[in-house]
């Protein structure tokens, strides 16, 4: 009998359990429909993303479905905003461009924090936090009013011969490679591994060490560094999205964006490169370099900047120009790769064009541009927006309903999303180049219509847009300039997004091959 009793209270207990974990599951899961704003039915742990949340695809393409069912009139009425759920988190997924635009710019004071501030954790981290894109408030603005001026054209046009000696090195590394096929995103890694080094740091960047064996890699300390600080950055944008249903572990058990060895590595580089610098200043009259650590050293009595404030800078400076440019330059090898009428149009103005000593001839070479811009609408570096609500602020729908948006609230814009709605881009799925083309409107006419913002719009655009476009410009023009390109076997045709891809890159391996031209 006692056992019986025993068993019964038991398995009481644990359904009384369970229904108060469900009843937590659960509930948020009429927060939008209580503020009259439709939405996907969500579901338990998962929320409105199953098939990401099961590993079947990347969560952009879920996100675009939603995009194309509620802005285009499958329920009955087309919605400017929709409500969506992270397990069991309620998100705002923004579907009108115009209002998307606003909430960058007019509304800008309304929204001026990124979620990924949340996501940092100042308890473990050290560098990550000085990193304007997870500062708030005040300290982001102080954050970038430190950098910016740093990555000014200026600044970048100064460096063009160091931009251009790097792109020879990656063409001295595929002639010594031979024609075998090669890993476009690490050869564009390796281009800008070596260009950071020398912007930064003013170090030789060795990144383009050829390998003894075919198949062994030879990489730098600085672009293995990188390399890992990616890796450790995708892990934590797992973490986060497998504790979505339970976001209390995370304080519980706090996650780093940046490996410790990576803080360490780089906080001694930084001290290093001062040394030499003071030693050399010490003994040669004149003025610095230019580069990133001659800036901050002169913002270091100014603004009583640390030690760990500059090299955590240094680290921003380096993601936006290791990471953003490389998969830029991948990405657009890759089209070009696929596309050889594209390709051998765009050879053509590289051969007519002398940009050798010319930074402004090679930004005034319009096919180039539109290569690039055209690489950027479909492979964007921020595909989606992920916006905090800082102040209260009234959004109006379509049918002239209102939603007041608190703060606290996270709103998503997907730019993804944009760039492949067939509305404002025909044959969205092409690469095209002609699309950008001034005679047509340009670029400008799409960012107007809020449709094409591959690096962000508004105050937070990213700082290291013109870094990381002028990488592309010098490292592509020096490829397809002196080789053909081609896709080798194990590419993909289609541009199938990864599915654990938090930087958006392409499903598979970009395998290219190189052959010289005579």
């Known amino acids: 009998m006692f056992l019986l009793t025993f068993i019964f209270l038991a398995s009481l207990s644990v359904c009384l359990v369970w229904e108060i974990v469900i009843v937590y599951l659960r509930w948020h899961f009429n927060y939008w429909r209580k503020r009259g704003v439709c939405g996907p039915q969500p579901y338990l742990l998962v929320g409105t993303f199953p098939k990401a949340s099961a590993g079947q695809c990347n969560l952009l393409e879920e996100l675009n479905e ?91 046009r100064s460096f063009y011969s160091a931009m251009r000696d790097s792109a020879q090195k990656a063409i001295e590394f595929l002639t010594a490679m031979g024609e075998q096929p090669q890993d476009a995103k690490e050869l564009a890694n390796r281009f800008t591994a070596q260009f950071m080094c020398n912007f930064i740091w003013g170090i030789e960047g060795n990144a383009f060490n050829v390998p003894q064996k075919a198949s062994a890699t030879s990489l730098s300390p600085v672009h293995c560094m990188a390399r890992d600080i990616i890796l450790q950055s995708l892990q934590c944008v797992r973490y986060y999205g497998s504790t979505a249903a339970w976001p209390w572990l995370r304080k519980l058990q706090p996650v780093r964006f940046f490996p410790v060895a990576a803080d360490r590595f780089f906080q001694q580089l930084l001290a290093d490169a001062l040394n030499a610098r003071a030693k050399q200043q010490t003994a040669e009259a004149g003025g610095g370099r230019g580069d990133v650590i001659d800036h901050l050293q002169q913002l270091r009595e100014k603004k009583s900047l640390n030690a760990i404030q500059i090299a955590g800078h240094t680290t921003t400076v380096l993601i936006d120009g290791y990471e953003t440019g490389a998969m830029l330059i991948a990405h657009c090898l890759l089209l070009l790769a696929r596309n050889p009428r594209v390709q ?171 052959h010289r031209r005579q």
């Open 66 to 156: 939603i995009y194309l069912d509620f802005l285009y009139s499958r329920y009955r009425v087309s919605q400017k905003f929709v409500g969506i759920f992270i397990a069991r988190t309620p998100k705002l997924f923004i579907c009108d461009p115009k209002l998307a635009l606003e909430i960058l710019t007019q509304h800008f004071k309304s929204f001026h924090d990124n979620e990924s501030s949340e996501w940092t954790n100042a308890n473990v981290e050290q560098l990550r936090p000085c990193s304007p894109f997870v500062s708030t408030g005040e300290e982001w603005k102080a954050r970038r009013s430190e950098l910016v001026p740093a990555l000014t054209i200026n600044k970048i």
């Open 344 to 514: 051998r149009k765009l050879r053509e103005e590289l051969l007519a064009a002398d940009v050798a000593d010319s930074f402004d001839a090679l930004n005034e070479l319009p096919y180039l541009e539109q290569c690039l811009q055209e690489t950027l609408r479909l492979f964007p570096p921020l595909p989606t927006l992920f916006k905090l609500c800082t102040e209260s602020v009234t959004l109006k729908n379509f049918d002239d309903s209102t939603l007041t948006v608190h703060p606290g609230d996270g709103v998503y814009i997907s730019t993804y999303s944009f760039h492949r709605d067939a509305e404002y881009f025909e044959n969205p799925d092409d690469f095209w180049p002609e699309r950008f083309a001034e005679e047509m409107g340009g670029v400008r006419k799409y960012r107007e219509m809020g449709v094409f913002m591959p690096f962000g719009d508004g105050p937070r655009m990213c700082p290291g847009m013109k870094l990381g476009l002028s990488e592309a410009k010098v490292a592509v023009s020096e490829l397809i300039s002196n080789f053909k390109v081609s896709a080798g076997v194990e590419t993909r045709t289609d541009n199938k997004i990864a599915n654990d891809s938090f930087l958006l890159t392409l499903d598979g391996k970009i395998e290219l091959l190189f």
